[in-house]
C-alpha cells in the first residue's frame, strides 16, 4: 500500500522555525516521483508550497514561501522534510505532502494542490503560529 504519513507541526511563537517530515511507504525515492508540500487553513483552498523532483532532487517553491521554507530529503528514509523558518500567524494550517509518478502531468502543473487522483496524499500536520 501506498502511504504518506507527515509529521513535526506543532505550536510556535511567530518568529520561529518547524520542520516537517513526510515519510513515504510502498514506493521508494530511488524511482521518479514528484512530491509536493500543501497547506490548507480553515476555510481556504489548498495551497501548493513546494514540488520536488526524487529524480534530480530540484525543487519548485511558490514565492510565498521562498526563502523562509526548504525542502530536503533523505533517501534512505524515503523521507522528504519541509524546514520553515519566520513563522507568521498567516503560516498557520494543516500542512500535508502528495505524490505522483514523476511522469505524470501533475509535475509539469508544478504539483498544483487541485490535482485529483494522485497516487498517494497524507493526511496531514497542523501547525499552529502564535503572535
Known amino acids: 500500500e501506498v502511504q504518506l504519513v507527515e509529521s513535526g507541526g506543532g505550536l510556535v511563537q511567530a518568529g520561529g522555525s518547524l520542520r516537517l517530515s513526510c515519510t513515504a511507504s510502498g514506493f521508494t525515492f530511488d524511482r521518479d516521483y514528484a512530491i509536493g508540500w500543501f497547506r490548507q487553513a480553515p476555510g481556504k483552498e489548498p495551497e501548493g508550497l513546494s514540488c520536488?523532483?526524487?529524480?534530480?532532487?530540484?525543487?519548485y517553491y511558490v514565492d510565498s514561501v521562498q526563502g523562509r521554507f526548504t525542502v530536503s530529503s533523505d533517501n534512505a528514509k524515503n523521507t522528504l522534510y519541509l524546514q520553515m523558518t519566520s513563522l507568521q500567524p498567516e503560516d498557520t494550517a494543516v500542512y500535508y505532502c502528495a505524490a505522483d509518478p514523476l511522469g505524470s502531468a501533475w509535475y509539469g502543473q508544478f504539483c498544483d494542490p487541485h490535482y485529483k487522483n494522485l497516487m498517494a496524499r497524507g493526511q496531514g500536520t497542523l501547525v499552529t503560529v502564535s503572535s
Open positions: 520536488f523532483s526524487t529524480s534530480d532532487g530540484s525543487t
